[in-house]
Structures are given as structure tokens and as C-alpha cells.
């Protein structure tokens, strides 16, 4: 039985793994589906728990799938989910750095990796937009979201500065 | 272009530096994996930081993670590559194990509450930051910026999926760029040659 949910695990995230283009975050739907309604292994609402816990902790956001696999089969279910989802685009990945090495200062390549830098750049700054919608709930976190964003532009001081300020904001203010 | 190369990283170097990266990665690990590799260290420039990523964009898989493979392949090959990966991931597994026992517990807390939501307002805005700092860094030509804040537009304001995103805006941009090399190109072949 346990084997079985494990196995589930494996094929369940290295399938999403590869039609991640874009990110882990935006294979969340795909994630749900796999957890809540196919599998049935949790809530909506331990779902939506699992996710904020996984964005207000350090790391890749893409370790939400370590929670669902925690959640789902403890220590063992962590590692496997993590594993299943990160080893096939990672040898992808590596392959890529591979060719991309051999095909240095190719005129054509640097015509592309310049091309998809603008898209990047506009993408983390949606990223960024996404999350303070739903993190500015009133003024005290709108305005955090704010001085922050200057603080980082502005300023070359490390971020972990408005982190801990906003995290002692947040706790003084009751947010 | 910039300045001189800096110096390759010792693979310790390369482990400690991505362990740390993943450890105080607070809301995105591109914003922290930035400002360590090219504001920190020096072993990117803001260009080849933006390059890296916009080609683990395009991969299927986390970014953050195509990017740390694709540095570390650099630097070391595949050795590199699993030390980068490994460092990123292997701190906050356990933190995240600690995390997910202790919510457990105590996650109804109020006080925990208040405390993940400040944390994840001044997130936010670093990513935000982040990206305003990399525009401005990037000095990007009018038809990058346009891209630029098309992705931005599409993908904050309208939700369009991120494959759909990069489908649309990966050919415009590379015209974009080709269209900024050519104009370069030009300008210095007309200093060269006057007469053309």
C-alpha cells in the first residue's frame, strides 16, 4: 500500500515535473489535481495551508511539493516528491549547459539569450505583483510591500533587512 | 564588456554560496540568487545572471533551479551542477521538515499568522525591487522594454499562463535583440567605413 502511494508520488510529479515550462509555481493547478482530486490525499483547505506555509518558508518555492509529499507519506514522502520533481528537468537542464558550453559565442545564441532576458526580468516582476496581492491584505502590508520594493531598488543593503522588519511589523501591528 | 573576469570559484566556494542562497531565500530564490552571484560575489555579471535565467525560464522545471545547474555546470561541470543544486535544496528540505512539524503544532497561533503575513508583504516587494533593479541595470533598448513590460502585463495584471508567455513574447524578443545587435552593428561599421 505504502509502496503503491509512492510510486503515485514518482509518476504523479515527474509527469507535472516536465510540463513545468515556466516555473514549479505555475504547475500549481496541475499539482492540485494530482493531490486533492485524483489521489484525494488532502483538502482544498490543507492544499491552500500546505502552499503559504511552503511560499513563507526559505527556498525554491517549488519545495511546496516536499510539504505535499511530507503531508502525504512523512520523511520518505518529502524526499521522493522532491526528488521525482526536480530530477528530470534537472538533467534537462544539464544537457542544455552542456550544448549551450559547446555553443559559445555563437552569434545566433546570444541573439536568443539576450532576446529572452526582457521576459525573464517582466516575469519576476509579475511574480512579485502576484504575491503582494495576495500578501497586502490592509495598509500596514501594502505599505510594507512598498518600502520594501524601494528599499531594494534603492538601496544595496542585504533584503533580509525588510524581511525581519516586516515580520516584527507584522507581528506588532496584528496584520 | 565589463570588467576583467573574476576568478572561478573553488567548489567549496560554490557549495557554501548556493547553501546560503537557499537558506535566507525568502520569497523567490532568483531575487537572493541575484544579488549573491552578481552584487556579492561577482562571478556573474547582471547580463549573464539575466541570460542564465531567461534560458531556465524557457526549460521546463524551476528556474531558480535550471539556473543554479546551468551556473554550476559553468564553473565545474557536473560536479558543479550537482553541488549547486544539492546546496540549494539540501537546507531548506530540513528546514522546510522542521517548518512542516512545528505548523503542526502551533499554526493557529495568531501570532504566527501576523508574523508569515509582514514576512510575505516585504517579500513581495523585494521581488518587485528586484526587478526594477535588474531593469535598470540591464539599460535594455526601447524594444526590450517593450517586451519587458509586456511579460510584466501579461503575466501579472492578466494571469496568461507562462507557457503561453514565453511562446509569445520569446520570438519578439529575440527580434527585439537582433534588431539592437544589427542597429550596434552599423553604427560601428559606419564609423569604420564612412563611405557606406
Redesign the interface.
Known sequence: MRDEILWQLVLGFAAI????????I?VLPEMHRLVVETHQWMTDAEFA?RY????????????VV??LG?HVAG?VG??VA?ISM?L???L???G???F??RMAGK?WL???????????????????????R????GW???A??????????RT?Y???W??V???????A??? | MESPPPPRPSKTALFLTYGKIGLVGFGGINAWARRTLVEERRWLTEQEYAETLGLGQVLPGPNALNAAIMVGERFHGMAGSLIAAGAMFGGPLVVLAGLATLYDHYGSLPAVDSLLGGTAAAAAGMVVGTAAKMAQRLKPTLGLWAVGLTSLTLSGFFRVPLPLVLLLLGPLGILAAWWAGRAREQIAAGRERPEA
Do not use: D, Y
Not at chain 1, 54 to 61: I, L, R, V
Not at chain 1, 144 to 153: D, Q, R
Open positions: 515535473s516536465l510540463v513545468s515550462v515556466g516555473g514549479g505555475a495551508r503559504a506555509l511552503a511560499q513563507a518558508a526559505p527556498g525554491p518555492n517549488v519545495l516536499g510539504l511530507w520523511w518529502m524526499l522532491t526536480t528530470p528537468t534537472s534537462l537542464a544539464f542544455f549547459a552542456k549551450r558550453k552569434a546570444k541573439v536568443i539569450e539576450r532576446g529572452l532576458v526582457p521576459v525573464a526580468v517582466g516575469l519576476i516582476a509579475a511574480s512579485g505583483l502576484i504575491l503582494a495576495g500578501a497586502a491584505t500596514v502590508t501594502g510594507l510591500a512598498i518600502a520594501s520594493t524601494i528599499f531594494v531598488w544595496n542585504s533584503p533580509l525588510v524581511l522588519t516586516g515580520a516584527l511589523v507584522g507581528l501591528m496584528g496584520v
